[in-house]
């Protein structure tokens, strides 16, 4: 396979929010123009050999008539703390969009389940389903009020946001699955992306192959290229023989195609 190619781009704003979590808006046309929701791309901001390998982050947002797209770092690294400290004006390395695209916007009604890092993932695909007026019902969920990630956003392109915290320092105290429930029951919704969280991810599965609704997850792995050379990022196939690849089947699946952990 091909060697990934890199291009040059800039860092046009930088603001953490929440705590813990820096958004990046970068200049680089060409994703931009050609990013779709589902899709991510491999990020590079230093000159040394270390770290080797360059990070992924989901698209958050692209403006294709501006030339700029999104990202959300979660600092918890190396790699991400130094993209985390560079100043506006910065020079990055970037290759991408990168992944399937998500394609099919027939639905009834979608909920969002998310938590933590998570959240960033589908922001692109609910301003989609907004443009399509299609509606959409976000769960956010977090261990506390500070550690809502992506919120503005979500209400931005959600017909209601229910925000769920381990704590019960705002919105419903308890487990966003509760709140998922109750949309499903209502006949609000018929189909559940989800992010960032494994129980979330176990919960969805098991709906999904009830047949209750169509479930998809947004998959993370521990990606070195993004290009389906390393396989650091392989997931089990549900009742079959062999792995999918997130960085080039996914990162998007069907619940129930995938082995959730």
């Not at 813990?20 to 060409?30: D, F, K, P, T």
């Not at 790699?79 to 290759?95: D, F």
């Not at 399509?132 to 990630?149: D, G, Q």
Request: proline residues 4%.
């Amino acid at each position: 396979m091909a060697a990934p190619v890199y291009r040059k781009a800039i860092l046009v704003s930088r603001k953490e929010s929440p705590r813990g979590y820096v958004h990046l808006v970068i200049r680089e046309e060409q994703i931009a123009r050609t990013a779709s929701p589902g899709q991510f791309v491999m990020v590079r901001g230093w000159h040394t050999g270390d770290p080797i390998l360059p990070r992924p982050f989901d698209i958050v947002l692209a403006d294709p008539l501006k030339g700029v797209f999104r990202i959300c770092i979660k600092v918890e690294g190396k790699g991400t703390r130094l993209l985390s400290a560079l100043k506006k004006g910065s020079t990055l390395y970037v290759t991408g969009p990168l992944g399937k695209s998500i394609t099919e916007f027939d639905t009834a009604g979608t909920a969002l389940l998310v938590r933590g890092a998570g959240s960033a993932a589908v922001v692109f695909l609910a301003e989609t389903l907004t443009k399509l007026k299609k509606p959409v019902y976000t769960v956010l969920s977090a261990s506390t009020k500070s550690r809502l990630v992506c919120r503005a956003l979500l209400e931005e392109f959600s017909n209601d946001l229910f925000i769920a915290t381990d704590d019960g320092t705002e919105g419903y105290h308890g487990n966003g699955t509760d709140i998922l429930d109750r949309l499903i029951q209502e006949g609000k919704v018929d189909t559940v992306y989800t992010c960032g969280s494994h129980r979330f991810a176990r919960h969805l599965k098991a709906l999904d192959l009830a047949g209750k609704v169509k479930g998809f997850l947004f998959l993370e792995g521990n990606m070195g290229c993004g290009m389906g050379d390393c396989h650091g990022c392989a997931v089990k196939k549900e009742g079959k023989e062999g792995y999918f690849l997130v960085c080039m089947d996914g990162p998007v699946f069907r619940s129930r195609d995938v082995v959730v952990e």
